[in-house]
C-alpha cells in the first residue's frame, strides 16, 4: 500500500510539473504573439512616415501608397489592441495610447479596401504631410532591429499621440 501512495505522488509531482511547464509556454507564447502585433503598428508607422515624404517630394504622383498604408495602420492597431486586451499583456495606458491614435487615424477619409485614391484635396495632402512631420519628429524608423521591443514601440506610440 505504501508504494503505491509513493508511486501516486510521484506521477502526480511529474503531471504537476508538466501543467506548470505547458501553462508557461503558452503564456510566453501569448507576450510573443503580442509583441509581434505591436512590431506591425510600428512598422506600419514607419512605412508610412518614409511613404509621406516620399510622396510630398514627388508631388503627390500616386498618393493611394499612402492612403492605403494609413488604412494598413488602422487594422495593425485595431489587431494590436485586441490581442493586447483579451491577452491582458497590456496595462490600462498602453491600451489607452493605442485607443487613442486609433480615434485620431479615424479623423482621416475613411478608405475603402482596393479603392484607389489618386485625388487628394490640397487639405488633405497637408494633413498628411503635418502627420509625417509628427511621425519624423518622434523618429519612427525600422531599423529592423531586435531592439524593437513593447516597451520601445508604447513609449514611441504614447509620444505620438502627446504630439496629436
Known amino acids: 500500500m505504501r508504494d503505491k501512495v509513493k508511486m501516486f505522488l510521484v506521477i502526480s509531482m511529474v503531471l504537476n510539473v508538466l501543467l506548470i511547464g505547458t501553462v508557461w509556454w503558452g503564456y510566453s507564447k501569448l507576450g510573443y504573439v503580442n509583441e509581434r502585433v505591436l512590431v506591425d503598428v510600428y512598422r506600419n508607422i514607419s512605412q508610412l512616415e518614409e511613404l509621406i515624404t516620399d510622396q510630398t517630394e514627388d508631388d503627390w504622383s500616386n498618393p493611394t501608397l499612402v492612403t492605403t498604408k494609413m488604412e494598413d495602420l488602422f487594422w495593425a492597431l485595431i489587431t494590436s489592441m485586441n490581442v493586447g486586451a483579451e491577452t491582458n499583456m497590456l496595462s490600462q495606458a498602453e491600451l489607452t495610447a493605442l485607443i487613442d491614435l486609433q480615434v485620431y487615424l ?45 516597451g520601445f514601440i508604447l513609449k514611441k506610440v504614447e509620444e505620438l499621440v502627446g504630439e496629436l
Open 106 to 150: 479615424q479623423t482621416y477619409e475613411p478608405v475603402e479596401p482596393f479603392k484607389e485614391t489618386n485625388d487628394l484635396t490640397e487639405s488633405e495632402k497637408l494633413r498628411y504631410e503635418n502627420f509625417g512631420q509628427i511621425l519624423s519628429k518622434i523618429n519612427f524608423k525600422d531599423d529592423s532591429n531586435d531592439d524593437i521591443n513593447k
